[in-house]
Each structure stands twice: as structure tokens, then as C-alpha cells.
């Protein structure tokens, strides 16, 4: 039995979903615990694609059930578009709860996130124009509307006929935008939660029950943690906590049931929205990474910025999360390149700085300060065990390895599911992981 964390380690889209969907074959229970409609997995089984948003990707497995915790904010429009596109699909989603305590997306959540968005001009933080930030808002100033609200019509309609009153002052007077009709939401969400009732639950009984079977356990976040509220690269962040330690407080389980934490990195750097990123390449080798990569939100559409491995923020990620081993995504997007960066450190106002500065300013002056390697100039899409590795490739996983200071136990090498090295499984394998000895990282 195991109870896993996945996280990003770094940015956010490093392919958690790919990560997430391999290892729910070894799960009994998939948990999502933080963020929202703003976030987007995608997995690709066979030729076929799927883009989930709310749902967990265990989803896809038959026998695998998924939890939405109290941790994640949901948009109830956005869920019923994702049953019904799995439901289509012929993929059952009777499995799938949720939370009765998560905080629910309203309309004026999504207006004010525009708005506000746009107000700020150049000063602008990239937010998706969901809604997440104002639920958050709402859930902290105690105004919130949770999805057990929703199952009783006349306790929904009181509580929604002063809110939304109190809202369409902020739109109207701050905005200058037309005022919703209460009667239309009302009516709108008490349909939503006749559709939704029959998968809604005490989630925190269900997934401590289900540890309490000895069952494996995965928690999924979304986002990375350089975007978590506290811990990320503020004020350039998401509304919640995507680190390892959110997951306890997104789904109502103690610390001491965690078993080991996964964290997921790209073979390189990606970030979408504003704010620093000392490694990004503007010039033709971040064009190939970003089109090699097909990097483009899964959420947004928008293209993501590219840059090469920055390991001070893997290190502080390692850090943050208490990370046991790595996966490292898309080493084959680094097959056609000659010669490979890695950034060891940072000069900032003429001083090395091999931490992540806490200022946003100081951030955004820090230069990288790069080691490079030769590329392998071959393709690796076909490997499936370190042996079949060029020796580049398997030289910089080991250094990257030093580096972070933590094993690496899955590579991947292509958005199926069998493009995968797995060298050890993180749920109930033998461990035997890509390792560092005294400084030397090597294969055990």
C-alpha cells in the first residue's frame, strides 16, 4: 500500500497528466485537491486524446476511483462538459465524486476575473479568465457558495439573492458592466445540481476510509510550484497551494498517510502568463522547443515560453514538496538539438545566487549562469530502458539527478502511454532508480 503526491516542480504543464494516468494503473483512488477549471491534463491513450480539466485522469481506468476534494473549486458547467464528453466516449464516470465542501464557480467570479484582468494593463499577471482567483476571494472573505449549497434549492436561492445583489454593485459601479438576474443563476445552478447530486460525497471520509482499507492512494495536483500562492514566484502565481502539502489540506487527510512524493519537470523549462523566467530563449532554439513540444496550454491555447532547465528552481521544488524521485517529461523534444544548457545558478547584482530569491524584483534581475552538454542528435521516442539511451541523454538525466539531489524513476519520451521509460514504479515497485553516490550520480 502507498499513498502518493504528484506535483509539478516546476511552472505548471511539465505533464502531470501523463505522469498522473501511469501511475493510477497502480491506484485504487486518484484525489485532485487544488485549483480549477484553470487547469488542464492531457492524456494520450492509443491515438486517442483527452483534455481534462476537473477530473481526475484515473478516470480512464475502469476499476479506478476519482475524487474531486474540497481543496479544488469547481465549475459546474465545465464538469457536466467533461461527463458528458467522457460519457461519449463510453468511458463510465459513476465513479467519480465530489466533495460537498468544494467552493463552486459563479458567473460574476468569471466577469470580475476579466474585468479585473484587463484593468490591470501592463501590469497584468496572465490569469486564465476562469474565475479561480475571485473563488478563492469569496471562499476566504466567507462569502462562497460550496457545492452542498447547491443540493438545497431554497437555502441557494437566499444565499444567492444577496450575493449576487452584492456583486452586481462591484460590476455595475466598478466595472461598468450589466448586472446579472439572480432568478436566471438561481435556476441555472439548481439544475446543475440535480445532475451533479448523485456523485456528491464527504470526500475526506471516503479517501480516509479508503487509506484505512490499506488501498493506494494517488493525489493529483494542478498547476506547478512556482505558481503556488505561498511558495511560488508571487505575485505571478495561481490562488491556491499545488505543493505537496496542499494536498492534505485540499482533501482533508493528516501529513503522516503521505508515503512518497513525485514530483514531474520537463526536460527543459516552460512557463505561460507573465512574470520572470531567467532561462527563457526568444530566439530560433526556443521556437523549436515550444514547436518539438507542442507547447500550448491545454486550458488556454496560448503558447507557453520556453527555456532551458533551470535547476535552481528544481532544486527548491525538491525543497518545498519533500521530493522521493522525479519523472522527467519530453527528453525527446531535446533530440535535434546540438548542444544542451542546464542553469546551475544565478548572477544577481554581480553576486552568484543558488536560491530562489524571494522578491519579484530581485528575480526578474537574476541572469542564468549555464554548464552545457553535447545533444545527442538522434531520436529517442523508441526507448523503453535506460540501456537504450544515447550516452548524452543518459549523461545529462544523471546530471540532472546531482543536481536535484533526488533520484529519477520515470522518463518520458512522447505523450503515450508506452513512451515511457519506467525505471522504478513509485507506488509499489522494487526501488531501483536513476541514483546519486557521494556527488556521482549513477544507475542502481
Not at 220 to 228: N, P, V
Not at 417 to 443: C, F, M, S
Amino acid at each position: 500500500m502507498a499513498n502518493v503526491v504528484v506535483i509539478g516542480a516546476q511552472w505548471g504543464d511539465e505533464g502531470k497528466g501523463k505522469i498522473t494516468d501511469l501511475l493510477s494503473k497502480s491506484a485504487d483512488v486518484v484525489v485532485r485537491y487544488q485549483g480549477g477549471v484553470n487547469a488542464g491534463h492531457t492524456v494520450v491513450v492509443k491515438d486517442q486524446t483527452f483534455k481534462l480539466h476537473l477530473i481526475p485522469s484515473g478516470i480512464l481506468y475502469p476499476d479506478t476511483e476519482c475524487v474531486i476534494g474540497c481543496g479544488t473549486v469547481i465549475d459546474p458547467k465545465a464538469l457536466i462538459e467533461e461527463l458528458d464528453m467522457l460519457e461519449s466516449l463510453n468511458i463510465s464516470t459513476e465513479r467519480l465524486y465530489i466533495s460537498e465542501t468544494a467552493h463552486v464557480t459563479m458567473p460574476y467570479h468569471r466577469l470580475i476575473d476579466q474585468a479585473s484582468e484587463e484593468r490591470r494593463g501592463s501590469n497584468k499577471i496572465g490569469t486564465t479568465k476562469r474565475g479561480i482567483g475571485p473563488t478563492y476571494a469569496d471562499k476566504s472573505e466567507r462569502i462562497g457558495i460550496r457545492v452542498i449549497d447547491l443540493m438545497d434549492y431554497e437555502a441557494l436561492r437566499q444565499q444567492l439573492e444577496w450575493t449576487i445583489q452584492y456583486k452586481n454593485g462591484i460590476l455595475e459601479k466598478l466595472y461598468g458592466l450589466e448586472p446579472l438576474d439572480p432568478a436566471s443563476v438561481i435556476e441555472e445552478y439548481a439544475g446543475y445540481a440535480e445532475r451533479l447530486r448523485p456523485h456528491i460525497i464527504d470526500s475526506s471520509l471516503h479517501i480516509y476510509s479508503a487509506i484505512r482499507q490499506r488501498k493506494n492512494v494517488l493525489f493529483e495536483g494542478a498547476q506547478g510550484t512556482l505558481l503556488d500562492l505561498d511558495h511560488g514566484t508571487y505575485p505571478f502565481v495561481t490562488s491556491s497551494n499545488p505543493v505537496a502539502g496542499g494536498a492534505c489540506i485540499g482533501t482533508g487527510i493528516g501529513p503522516t498517510v503521505i508515503d512518497r512524493v513525485i514530483g514531474v519537470a520537463k526536460a527543459y523549462t516552460t512557463r505561460v502568463g507573465e512574470g520572470p523566467f531567467p532561462t527563457e530563449l526568444k530566439e530560433e532554439i526556443g521556437a523549436l522547443l515550444g514547436d518539438r513540444g507542442a507547447e500550448f496550454g491545454t486550458t488556454t491555447g496560448r503558447p507557453r515560453r520556453c527555456g532551458w532547465f533551470d535547476a535552481v528552481i528544481g532544486r527548491y521544488a525538491v525543497r518545498i514538496n519533500g521530493l522521493d524521485c522525479l519523472a522527467i517529461t519530453k527528453l525527446d523534444v531535446l533530440d535535434e538539438v546540438e548542444e544542451i544548457k542546464v542553469c546551475v545558478a544565478y548572477e544577481l547584482d554581480g553576486q552568484i545566487c543558488k536560491e530562489l530569491p524571494g522578491s519579484a524584483g530581485q528575480f526578474a534581475r537574476c541572469k542564468p549562469i549555464y554548464e552545457t552538454f553535447p545533444g545527442w542528435k538522434q531520436s529517442t521516442e523508441h526507448c523503453r530502458s535506460l540501456e537504450d539511451l544515447p550516452k548524452q541523454a543518459l549523461d545529462y538525466l544523471k546530471f540532472l539527478a546531482e543536481l536535484m539531489e533526488v533520484p529519477i524513476a520515470i522518463v518520458s519520451l512522447g505523450a503515450s502511454r508506452d513512451q515511457t521509460i519506467i525505471v522504478e514504479d513509485p507506488i509499489h515497485g522494487p526501488k531501483r532508480a536513476l541514483l546519486y553516490e557521494n556527488g556521482a550520480p549513477q544507475v542502481a
